[in-house]
């Protein structure tokens, strides 16, 4: 099995303009449009977004660089992200 194909865990934390202006809504529908996602999307009390996905690195990968390529909702200003092994739990995508 490849880096690529190995299940992971993503955390991100955007920061920006990123709550009010649709960003949840276009993380879970990119994190449906890549496939093979779970996890969550939620906005957090200091205006962050939180997103947590589990999938192949690989997908992941995508994901997160979709959040970095500025074709978003609002505004990022960055992104911090972390690596770990799936926790599991969730059997899709959704917004919290």
């Known amino acids: 099995m490849g880096a690529a194909a190995e299940e992971v865990r993503l955390t991100a ?8 202006v649709g960003f949840r ?3 879970r529908a990119t994190a449906l ?6 996890g969550y ?13 589990e999938g192949t690195r690989g997908r ?11 074709e978003t909702p609002g505004r990022v200003d960055g992104v911090t ?3 770990g092994v799936p926790r599991g739990g969730y059997d899709r995508f959704s917004t919290r």
Do not use: F, K, P, Y
Not at 13 to 20: I, L, N, P, S
Not at 41 to 53: I, P
Not at 60 to 70: N, Q, T
């Open 13 to 20: 934390w955007v920061r920006g303009r990123v709550q009010g």
């Open 41 to 53: 999307v939620s906005n957090l009390a200091d205006g962050r977004v939180q997103v947590v996905a």
């Open 81 to 83: 992200e972390i690596w």
């Open 25 to 27: 809504w276009w993380t």
């Open 33 to 38: 449009e890549i496939g093979g996602l779970s």
């Open 60 to 70: 992941c990968e995508r994901l997160l660089d979709w959040l970095r390529a500025g």
